[in-house]
């Protein structure tokens, strides 16, 4: 690790203010991908600045019928919230099976979402549950916030402060891990929320995307079996040494027939 | 009353009240007086020519205060490899030049290139960055088959073909007669997958240099510190034997990882006399992915002979052994006389010949892991016979039954060198098959299927040879060290004792283990037993431990120590109690006279030998004796091991549903430590069959699996509950009985894993199954 100068502002104010003045400032939620970066010595930020102590970004509500999540809700919360579990019950069992327990217990919604790691698993949930994304500036729609592989709609500075999930009435992720790090080799989220289907798939690609033919098959019939006379082309999804792009396209049907099944 | 803590009692272990609070002292909690710290720079490069190195940034850098290259550190010799290998034309195997700091070239990416010696880590790591390394780079050699192409890049510019050795053993002529007479020939590719280490401890060193004394003290992570002295003396030169102390305090696990003498230890040791300081280094973990010697990567054909009621005639094996870029320290003998006497198996082959040749490449060398050229072997045999007796539609456990030398057969000569010693082969099968319910295999396998999973039983039957010996018979094929060992038991006038082994511990329980023999043998409990290794200035010369030596050799070692003390504590107690020697009876820790009550407690004799006022004529006062042994041959634990899996078509998941293993490690003196270090050995082999590979990138040589995101280590969660159970054919060769029975799983169980995929599939595949290749070998796309 280089050497930084670290500062915990307790307001998003402060926040914005030290992220300003900073040469080459770095926001940090929990830490769970940039400070692996930082001891790897791939990163090199003047100035670290901790989200950790601002109120305004911590908490788990219902508000106005919809679900409204902190960015700074530790995976672990989420998991364990019963808000969370009452209103959309596949989304604390995602959270629930994120990482492993020390992961759960520092990484954060906001920090995963705002990374885009292609392999990371809110992104999908945000997507199929066609969240929104709450920052300092304005609100982003889930379609239009992650952009490419690590690239989201963000801006310079541009700090997210909680995500709104409207309450779906079918909602369930299912996961095919990596068997080393355990993040998604491929994870499908499956919602029917307001009568309409979303199925976002993350892992498989640079970026979590909508399995469109699958939604369409689904909307016409939600089970399992819409979902066999359908294929995936490997075109354009990731290939690695744990998994080519023809098995990862093999494992996008399969785990959204699990997530279906899941869903019930 | 015989102690309740001797042989046979499942002690809790002395060391985890360490171990367990934190309290252990590791290489990396010792800090000296002044010292300094290192950072190794390493290469960023599989294979290139080093042109130039400017070190001078480096050295301005703030808290440096000294960086060393190759250039500068000539005057030690170069590191080593401990067994000399002979070619079948005759010829010595080829041991290219290893230089602690890399001069000419580098040869695989971690390769040392310079030492940055700091005030602190940071500044050394910083200062790292600050060195300009000119490299020609060229193009890097990386599997075996091509290292050995026409044209290839040589690793070592004077070594042709990038081969080390080409080694055989057996008689081809009988072997070529025994397959021409055959009425099926089973044949099979296979890869044996390379493996990091991955002990929890990462190594480290402390050179530690006094002007005063002119000596040198190394603090290190070595699983044999006198060998690490004698290496570092005899052949690196840094300075006389009796002038270096080697500690290996406690150390985290080694796996055969930590018996090799590497660059780093080196190095600090030496620069800690350039620089007038402590020098310590402690490595990261990405630098035991890219340095530590690596485990496996064989590729093997091999063909089996059988008779037409499966009698097996005639084994043939070529393997290709991958020894990286360097001979590490045993390199030479581990794919060679570590593997090729081991392809008989438990079973009676009248003709096997196998020919091995070791290639260099531009990877990590390639040394002993858990278990070192018998898991190979065990895969090879085990593998062939399987498939041999599906090929035949012989039933397995069958066809192990009618090849497996008998009980009464024993000692047994097979055609590699081995002598048997003992075993019970179909007892150790049968129980195995009662505690896996293999009768009742059919109805699970249906029942999976109707949940659309496919089901596989495998089984392993698998020998090993441990406690390597004796050392004439090693020192005849080529080993450049003895494999004895020596121990000490010291009274102390107080009646408790202090035991000094040569062998040494680093996970395996030994100061529990060693303490329940004193107990047996002297009747002195455990806690008045203090069980002291891993320093040179402390214990007698010893060998260490690997190989799974430490009680079949040291124990040995410590039971003759205490037939000294009995004896010498004999004549005290006859003296004082007035009787003949020869009517002195020991037992419970008691001298008595026979047909009496008369009795003195060895505490007793012990406290005479120290204050000898009534003392026998002739006796030397004190009570402390020493014994080496030198073992008249291996020991041969065996075993069988049954593996149920299931798979899921869908995802290629494999999961194993049950898991048997039936061993005969022969006397038993823990049998918890015992089930604990079968369990671990377990989990290792799966951890090879179906999750851990070493992957380089063919063409660059970078190691693609160079973290816990990419190379997948077992967890809790990747592996069932094991059924073990034990078979006791005492050892006849060892006073104690004993075999060991620290590898045999890591040997089994790729093997007996494989063996049940590769049922449920009904097809043959490599390690390690993972998902994507079950699923391919299921849908018949090709990996």
Same mark, same amino acid.
């Given at each position: 690790?280089? #050497?930084?100068?670290?500062?915990?502002? %307790?307001?998003?104010?402060?926040?914005?203010?030290?992220?300003?003045?900073?040469?080459?400032?770095?926001?940090?939620?929990?830490?769970?991908?940039?400070?692996?970066?930082?001891?790897?010595?791939?990163?090199?930020?003047?100035?670290?600045?901790?989200?950790?102590?601002?109120?305004?970004?911590?908490?788990?509500?219902?508000?106005?019928?919809?679900?409204?999540?902190?960015?700074?809700?530790?995976?672990?919360?989420?998991?364990?919230?019963?808000?969370?579990?009452?209103?959309?019950?596949?989304?604390?069992?995602?959270?629930?099976?994120?990482?492993?327990?020390?992961?759960?217990?520092?990484?954060?919604?906001?920090?995963?979402?705002?990374?885009?790691?292609?392999?990371?698993?809110?992104?999908?949930?945000? +997507?199929?549950?066609?969240?929104?994304?709450?920052?300092?500036?304005?609100?982003?729609?889930?379609?239009?916030?992650?952009?490419?592989?690590?690239?989201?709609?963000?801006?310079?500075?541009?700090?997210?402060?909680?995500?709104?999930?409207?309450?779906?009435?079918?909602?369930?992720?299912?996961?095919?891990?990596?068997?080393?790090?355990?993040?998604? @080799?491929?994870?499908?989220?499956?919602?029917?929320?307001?009568?309409?289907?979303?199925?976002? *798939?993350?892992?498989?690609?640079?970026?979590?995307?909508?399995?469109?033919?699958?939604?369409?098959?689904?909307?016409?019939?939600?089970?399992?079996?819409?979902?066999?006379?359908?294929?995936?082309?490997?075109?354009?999804?990731?290939?690695?040494?744990?998994?080519?792009?023809?098995?990862?396209?093999?494992?996008?049907?399969?785990?959204?027939?699990?997530?279906?099944?899941?869903?019930? | 009353?015989?102690?309740?803590?001797?042989?046979?009692?499942?002690?809790?272990?002395?060391?985890?009240?360490?171990?367990?609070?934190?309290?252990?002292?590791?290489?990396?909690?010792?800090?000296?007086?002044?010292?300094?710290?290192?950072?190794?720079?390493?290469?960023?490069?599989?294979?290139?020519?080093?042109?130039?190195?400017?070190?001078?940034? %480096? &050295? %301005?850098?703030? /808290?440096?205060?000294?960086?060393?290259?190759?250039?500068?550190?000539?005057? *030690?010799?170069?590191?080593?490899?401990?067994?000399?290998?002979?070619?079948?034309?005759?010829?010595?195997?080829?041991?290219?030049?290893?230089?602690?700091?890399?001069?000419?070239?580098?040869?695989?990416?971690?390769?040392?290139?310079?030492?940055?010696?700091?005030?602190?880590?940071?500044?050394?790591?910083?200062?790292?960055?600050?060195?300009?390394?000119?490299?020609?780079?060229?193009?890097?050699?990386?599997? $075996?088959?091509?290292?050995?192409?026409?044209?290839?890049?040589?690793?070592?510019?004077?070594?042709?073909?990038?081969?080390?050795?080409?080694?055989?053993?057996?008689?081809?002529?009988?072997?070529?007669?025994?397959?021409?007479?055959?009425?099926?020939?089973?044949?099979?590719?296979? +890869?044996?997958?390379?493996?990091?280490?991955?002990?929890?401890?990462?190594?480290?060193?402390?050179?530690?240099?006094?002007?005063?004394?002119? #000596?040198?003290?190394?603090?290190?992570?070595?699983?044999?510190?006198?060998?690490?002295?004698?290496?570092?003396?005899?052949?690196?030169?840094?300075?006389?034997?009796?002038?270096?102390?080697?500690?290996?305090?406690?150390?985290?696990?080694?796996?055969? !990882?930590?018996?090799?003498?590497?660059?780093?230890?080196? @190095?600090?040791?030496?620069?800690?006399?350039? @620089?007038?300081?402590? @020098?310590?280094?402690?490595?990261?973990?990405?630098?035991?992915?890219?340095?530590?010697?690596?485990?496996?990567?064989?590729?093997?054909?091999?063909?089996?002979?059988?008779?037409?009621?499966?009698?097996?005639?005639?084994?043939?094996?070529? $393997?290709? %052994?991958?020894?990286?870029?360097?001979?590490?320290?045993?390199?030479?003998?581990?794919?060679?006389?570590?593997?090729?006497?081991?392809?008989?198996?438990? =079973?009676?082959?009248?003709?096997?010949?196998?020919?091995?040749?070791?290639?260099?490449?531009?990877?990590?060398?390639?040394?002993?892991?858990?278990?070192?050229?018998?898991?190979?072997?065990?895969?090879?045999?085990?593998?062939?016979?399987?498939?041999?007796?599906?090929?035949?539609?012989?039933?397995?456990?069958?066809?192990?039954?009618?090849?497996?030398?008998?009980?009464?057969?024993?000692?047994?000569?097979?055609? +590699?060198?081995?002598?048997?010693?003992?075993?019970?082969?179909?007892?150790?099968?049968?129980?195995?098959?009662?505690?896996?319910?293999?009768?009742?295999?059919?109805?699970?396998?249906?029942?999976?299927?109707?949940?659309?999973?496919?089901?596989?039983?495998?089984?392993?039957?698998?020998?090993?040879?441990?406690?390597?010996?004796?050392?004439?018979?090693? /020192?005849?094929?080529?080993?450049?060290?003895?494999?004895?060992?020596?121990?000490?038991?010291?009274?102390?006038? $107080?009646?408790?004792?202090?035991?000094?082994?040569?062998?040494?511990?680093?996970?395996?329980?030994?100061?529990?283990?060693?303490?329940?023999?004193?107990?047996?043998?002297?009747?002195?409990?455990?806690?008045?037993?203090?069980?002291?290794?891993?320093?040179?200035?402390?214990?007698?010369?010893?060998?260490?431990?690997?190989?799974?030596?430490?009680?079949?050799?040291?124990?040995?070692?410590?039971?003759?120590?205490?037939?000294?003390?009995?004896?010498?504590?004999?004549?005290?107690?006859?003296?004082?109690?007035?009787?003949?020697?020869?009517? *002195?009876?020991?037992?419970?820790?008691?001298?008595?006279?026979?047909?009496?009550?008369?009795? &003195?407690?060895?505490?007793?004799?012990?406290?005479?030998? =120290?204050?000898?006022?009534?003392?026998?004529?002739?006796?030397?006062?004190?009570?402390?004796? !020493?014994?080496?042994?030198?073992?008249?041959?291996?020991?041969?634990? !065996?075993?069988?091991?049954?593996?149920?899996?299931?798979?899921?078509?869908?995802?290629?998941?494999?999961?194993?549903?049950?898991?048997?293993?039936?061993?005969?490690?022969?006397?038993?003196?823990?049998?918890?430590?015992?089930?604990?270090?079968?369990?671990?050995?377990?989990?290792?082999?799966?951890?090879?069959?179906?999750?851990?590979?070493?992957?380089?990138?063919?063409?660059?040589?970078?190691?693609?699996?160079?973290?816990?995101?990419?190379?997948?280590?077992?967890?809790?969660?990747?592996?069932?509950?094991?059924?073990?159970?034990?078979?006791?054919?005492?050892?006849?060769?060892?006073?104690?009985?004993?075999? /060991?029975?620290?590898?045999?799983?890591?040997?089994?169980?790729?093997?007996?894993?494989?063996?049940?995929?590769?049922?449920?599939?009904?097809?043959?595949?490599?390690?390690?199954?993972?998902?994507?290749?079950?699923?391919?070998?299921?849908?018949?796309?090709?990996?």
């Amino acid at each position: 690790m280089y #050497s930084f100068d670290y500062h915990k502002p %307790a307001s998003l104010s402060d926040a914005a203010a030290l992220l300003g003045k900073a040469e080459e400032g770095k926001l940090m939620a929990g830490g769970q991908t940039l400070i692996p970066t930082l001891k790897q010595r791939l990163a090199r930020p003047t100035d670290l600045i901790d989200l950790g102590a601002i109120a305004e970004l911590k908490g788990i509500k219902e508000e106005g019928g919809a679900l409204v999540i902190g960015a700074m809700a530790r995976h672990a919360d989420v998991a364990a919230s019963d808000v969370v579990k009452r209103m959309i019950p596949g989304l604390a069992d995602l959270a629930d099976n994120i990482g492993d327990a020390q992961v759960r217990n520092r990484g954060t919604i906001g920090g995963s979402i705002a990374n885009s790691d292609p392999a990371a698993d809110y992104p999908s949930a945000i +997507v199929a549950l066609n969240a929104t994304v709450h920052t300092v500036k304005r609100t982003i729609a889930a379609d239009a916030f992650f952009t490419g592989m690590f690239e989201t709609a963000l801006e310079e500075g541009e700090i997210i402060t909680a995500i709104r999930f409207p309450r779906a009435e079918k909602a369930a992720y299912a996961k095919f891990r990596n068997p080393a790090s355990r993040y998604a @080799v491929v994870g499908a989220f499956v919602a029917r929320t307001g009568g309409s289907v979303r199925v976002a *798939i993350t892992g498989a690609a640079p970026s979590v995307f909508r399995w469109t033919e699958a939604e369409a098959a689904l909307s016409a019939n939600w089970s399992a079996a819409a979902i066999d006379g359908l294929s995936v082309k490997a075109d354009g999804l990731n290939a690695d040494i744990h998994a080519s792009a023809d098995y990862r396209a093999n494992l996008v049907k399969v785990m959204t027939k699990r997530a279906v099944l899941a869903a019930g | 009353m015989a102690p309740l803590d001797g042989i046979g009692a499942s002690l809790r272990r002395k060391e985890d009240q360490r171990f367990l609070t934190g309290k252990g002292r590791y290489t990396d909690d010792f800090n000296r007086h002044g010292q300094l710290h290192a950072y190794f720079l390493r290469s960023p490069h599989a294979h290139a020519r080093i042109r130039g190195i400017d070190t001078g940034r %480096a &050295k %301005a850098a703030p /808290g440096v205060v000294d960086v060393f290259t190759g250039a500068d550190t000539k005057a *030690i010799g170069g590191l080593i490899c401990g067994w000399m290998i002979t070619s079948k034309d005759g010829t010595p195997m080829k041991a290219g030049s290893h230089r602690p700091l890399a001069e000419d070239k580098v040869r695989y990416v971690g390769d040392h290139v310079a030492i940055v010696i700091a005030e602190t880590y940071n500044e050394a790591k910083d200062a790292a960055e600050l060195i300009d390394v000119d490299y020609d780079v060229l193009t890097a050699v990386v599997v $075996t088959d091509k290292a050995r192409a026409p044209g290839a890049p040589l690793v070592h510019d004077e070594i042709a073909k990038n081969t080390c050795y080409e080694w055989s053993l057996g008689d081809k002529a009988a072997t070529d007669a025994a397959f021409a007479k055959a009425a099926h020939v089973t044949k099979l590719d296979i +890869v044996n997958n390379r493996l990091v280490p991955n002990a929890i401890e990462p190594r480290a060193a402390i050179g530690d240099y006094d002007s005063g004394m002119d #000596s040198f003290t190394l603090y290190t992570t070595s699983q044999n510190p006198h060998v690490a002295r004698l290496v570092l003396s005899a052949f690196n030169g840094i300075a006389p034997e009796h002038k270096l102390r080697v500690i290996a305090p406690d150390v985290g696990g080694g796996f055969g !990882s930590k018996i090799f003498i590497y660059a780093e230890e080196t @190095v600090c040791l030496w620069a800690s006399k350039q @620089v007038g300081r402590p @020098v310590k280094w402690t490595g990261d973990r990405s630098e035991a992915f890219l340095a530590d010697a690596h485990g496996r990567d064989h590729v093997t054909t091999a063909e089996m002979a059988m008779a037409r009621d499966g009698t097996i005639l005639g084994l043939r094996v070529h $393997t290709t %052994a991958n020894l990286g870029a360097y001979l590490s320290t045993f390199a030479s003998c581990v794919p060679t006389y570590l593997y090729a006497p081991l392809l008989s198996g438990q =079973y009676r082959i009248p003709a096997i010949y196998a020919e091995v040749d070791g290639v260099y490449t531009n990877t990590a060398p390639v040394d002993a892991y858990r278990g070192a050229g018998r898991p190979e072997a065990t895969f090879v045999i085990e593998r062939m016979v399987e498939t041999a007796a599906r090929e035949m539609k012989i039933d397995p456990a069958e066809f192990r039954r009618r090849n497996f030398v008998p009980a009464d057969a024993f000692p047994y000569q097979t055609p +590699v060198i081995m002598t048997y010693d003992s075993g019970q082969y179909h007892k150790v099968l049968d129980e195995a098959l009662t505690l896996s319910d293999y009768a009742g295999f059919p109805a699970r396998k249906a029942e999976s299927a109707a949940r659309g999973k496919l089901r596989g039983i495998g089984f392993c039957s698998y020998i090993e040879a441990c406690g390597i010996a004796p050392s004439a018979a090693v /020192g005849s094929l080529g080993a450049g060290v003895g494999l004895w060992e020596s121990a000490k038991v010291r009274f102390n006038p $107080t009646g408790n004792v202090l035991l000094y082994t040569g062998s040494h511990q680093h996970g395996q329980g030994h100061e529990t283990t060693f303490a329940q023999l004193i107990s047996t043998y002297l009747g002195v409990p455990t806690d008045q037993v203090e069980v002291i290794h891993g320093d040179t200035e402390k214990t007698p010369f010893g060998m260490g431990t690997y190989g799974s030596r430490s009680l079949a050799v040291g124990g040995s070692a410590i039971v003759k120590a205490c037939e000294k003390v009995i004896e010498k504590g004999r004549k005290i107690a006859a003296h004082l109690l007035e009787a003949a020697e020869g009517d *002195i009876e020991f037992k419970d820790g008691k001298f008595t006279v026979a047909g009496t009550d008369r009795a &003195k407690s060895i505490q007793e004799i012990a406290f005479a030998a =120290y204050v000898p006022h009534n003392y026998p004529q002739g006796v030397e006062p004190g009570l402390e004796e !020493s014994a080496f042994y030198d073992p008249v041959n291996f020991t041969f634990p !065996s075993g069988t091991q049954v593996c149920e899996v299931e798979i899921d078509p869908d995802t290629g998941v494999t999961t194993i549903v049950n898991f048997v293993a039936i061993d005969d490690f022969g006397k038993i003196i823990n049998p918890m430590i015992v089930e604990g270090q079968v369990h671990g050995g377990i989990v290792q082999g799966i951890g090879q069959a179906l999750l851990e590979n070493a992957v380089y990138d063919p063409e660059s040589g970078q190691l693609l699996t160079g973290s816990y995101m990419d190379y997948t280590m077992p967890r809790a969660d990747d592996v069932p509950s094991f059924k073990v159970g034990l078979v006791e054919t005492p050892c006849p060769h060892n006073p104690l009985g004993v075999k /060991g029975c620290g590898e045999a799983g890591a040997i089994a169980a790729p093997a007996s894993v494989m063996n049940a995929v590769t049922d449920a599939i009904g097809k043959h595949m490599q390690m390690p199954a993972t998902p994507e290749r079950v699923w391919r070998a299921i849908h018949g796309t090709a990996v």
